[in-house]
Every structure is written in C-alpha cells, then in structure tokens.
C-alpha cells in the first residue's frame, strides 16, 4: 500500500505519517517509505538494537540459548502489536517501531541491573529505563552525520516514552508535556504497551517451564491457565508435555488479543475520538476486559511469586546487581578506567556518561568488564 492509500485505510484516530509532528531536526522525506517506516527501520540498523540480542529478558544469555532475549521479546511484541493495529485500523509501521525500541535502553541483566543502577543514580537523577531508551535515540546512537541519535518522529519517541516521573517530563520538552497535561499517548503506544504484557506474561511461562523453575502442576493454579489446557487436553488428550505447553500458550495469547480488540473496538466507539487529538484528551481507549484484566493480573502475580522470586533467580538478581554496582562505583572513583570517548563525555557530566556506559553493555560485556577490572590475573 503507497503511504497515501495507507493514510486513507487507516481509523481516524489512528496516527498518520503524512500528518507526523515532525522530527527534531527536519529532514526531507524518504522516496520510498514513510517516516514512520524510515523509523522503525533506523531503529533496526542501530547498535542498541543489536546489543538486545545479548541482554536478559528474565534468563541471563549464557544460561542458555533457547530462552528470550530482549531481542526475541522485542520482536514478539511487534508482531503481536501489528496484528492488534490492523485489526483496529491503527497504524502498524508506528507500533512496529514502538515496538522494537522499546526496551533499547534497557540495561544488563534485565530489572536486576536496573534497579541497581537507578540506585546508583540516585544522587544523580536517577536512572529509568523509559527515558534511557528515548537517550539512546535521540542522543546515544552516533550513526549520521547530521545528527546525534536516530532523529525520529514525535510519535515514535513519545511511544518509547511509556512512564516518566514529572521532574524528567519538566527537562524533555514536547514529549514529556502529556505527563504533565495528564494526557494519554497515540494509540499506536497505548498498543506497544499492551502488547509488550502480553508478549512477557505468556513467554515467561514458557521459559519458566523450558527452565524447570515451573512445573506444569503449579501453573494449572492459575485459572486462565488451567481453563486452557483443560480444553487442550480435551482435544488432545494425549500431548505430551512441552506440547501442552505451548499450545496451553499459544491459546492464552489469541485470548487476551482477541479480547483486547473487542474491548477495545467497544471503548473506541462509545468515546467515538475523530483524530489523534481526542485520543490525547480522552481516558485510555485500548485494554482488556475487566474478566480478563482480573486473569492476567493473576498470571503476573504468579509469575511473580513463582518464578521472578523464585531462589535461583533472585541468585543471578543479586550478582547481577554487585556486577553493575561495582562497575559503577569504579569508574567513579577513577573516570580514567573509562575507554577514551566515554572518558570525553565523563568530562561532562561523570554519573550520566557512566550510566550510559553500563546501560549500553550487553550482559557477557559487562561481566567481562567486570572481571577485566576486579579479578587479578586477568587483562
Ligand atoms: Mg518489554
């Protein structure tokens, strides 16, 4: 579909690349895509998006290779974005592109290093992974000649942008104004959020399984598990166990999507918003049902309790935690162990180059940093 045609198929409340609020800094349109296909395909070439690769969702990268990395988990959050945006006339390029940076500024070792290293920041503004993956595009990446960062629409960044305290929304200019005006995001974020639930709720299930920290029998606690494989078992009463599984999963997901736009499609037409403005001004338009709203809030809890607190993950938590501690509180001592460009931008403003320095590292790198900088013998 030409950008054009593509503008006209969509919703009226969907986002529009023709009528984006723009760049940063303005550039003259691509010949071939829109600007929110030139987005998502900037944010593709980027290292930060090729780090994610090696950086934990829940299982640290070398525990073993078949469980999600922020890769995967970002790619899986696109695609089940997109099938919700086309579903709802909303505009897929865009959620793609939410989709795939939204955890670009996610840190090593998944929320342990980041809890550890917000603690660091604390005297310093602290460190939240949302504005550090509006950092990596808007100043980090140092690919263009024009420009620090990838340069990308308002509508991308204020998507990447999901929470915000209201000291940083003060320092950000146009995308930190609705968490001051109380405003709502495009429903193109409101999306890639959504999805993002869906996508970690039902792979880490999977994982937890895969990794034997969950064993089936806990999982059929949880009813909305429970009522699934139930029926799959009545279907298949003979599939063993990682079938069940996954098709356990597999049905939980088309669930809560298929539930998502119905409700959604519901709230849209009763608020009945005519553009993206009265998206902005009206309460959130995309979610689930209350039933199943309630359901998922049981499997998060679960999850929760059984597997992100489970003793084996909290292990790899606590030294992923003193890995980043450490690194942190070296360079801050002596900004000198730093590599020299990092050193540069050290000059600046010591805490945040550091804090972008141990963001940026994948989960292996920083173990090596930290062996290169702690373990005698090593170089
Ligand atoms: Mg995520």
Not at 32 to 55: P, V
Not at 129 to 141: F, G, I, K, P, T
Request: hydrophobic share 40%; charged share 30%; with cysteine.
């Amino acid at each position: 579909m030409t950008r054009d045609a593509l503008d006209d198929w969509l919703a009226p409340y969907a986002a529009r690349s023709g009528a984006s609020r723009g760049r940063r800094l303005a550039e003259p349109e691509a010949a071939t895509r829109s600007a929110f296909q030139r987005d998502r395909d900037r944010i593709i070439h980027s290292t930060a998006f090729r780090r994610l690769e090696y950086k934990t969702q829940v299982f640290v990268n070398h525990e073993g290779d078949l469980f999600r990395t922020r890769l995967t988990h970002s790619l899986e959050v696109a695609q089940i974005a997109r099938s919700v945006a086309r579903n709802l006339r909303l505009n897929e390029d865009l959620v793609e592109a939410i989709s795939l940076a939204h955890d670009l500024g996610h840190t090593p070792f998944g929320h342990a290093g980041q809890d550890a290293l917000h603690e660091c920041m604390q005297p310093y503004g602290g460190f939240e992974h949302n504005l550090q993956s509006l950092r990596v595009v808007d100043e980090l990446e140092e690919r263009y000649a024009g420009f620090d960062g990838l340069n990308l629409c308002f509508e991308t960044r204020e998507g990447i942008l999901k929470h915000c305290s209201v000291e940083n929304a003060r320092l950000l200019g146009d995308v930190g104004e609705r968490f001051l005006l109380k405003q709502q995001p495009s429903l193109e974020a409101q999306l890639a959020n959504l999805a993002d639930e869906i996508a970690y709720n039902n792979h880490d299930i999977d994982d937890g399984v895969r990794s034997g920290l969950i064993t089936l029998t806990q999982l059929l606690e949880v009813p909305l598990v429970a009522r699934h494989a139930h029926t799959v078992r009545n279907d298949h009463p003979e599939l063993p166990g990682r079938r069940l599984v996954h098709e356990t999963v597999r049905r939980m997901i088309n669930t809560l999507v298929v539930d998502l736009v119905a409700e959604s499609g519901h709230r849209i037409a009763a608020a009945a918003p005519r553009s993206i403005d009265d998206v902005r001004n009206a309460l959130p338009l995309l979610g689930f049902s209350p039933a199943v709203r309630a359901e998922a809030d049981e499997l998060k809890r679960f999850l929760l309790r059984n597997l992100y607190r489970h003793y084996q993950v909290m292990r790899m938590s606590a030294k992923a935690r003193r890995v980043v501690t450490d690194l942190f509180n070296a360079f801050m001592d002596e900004p000198r162990l730093l590599p020299q460009d990092h050193q540069a931008r050290a000059e600046r403003d010591r805490p945040r180059a550091i804090a972008d320095y141990v963001a940026g590292m994948t989960d292996r790198y920083a173990m090596k940093e930290h062996q290169r900088l702690f373990a005698v013998g090593e170089t």
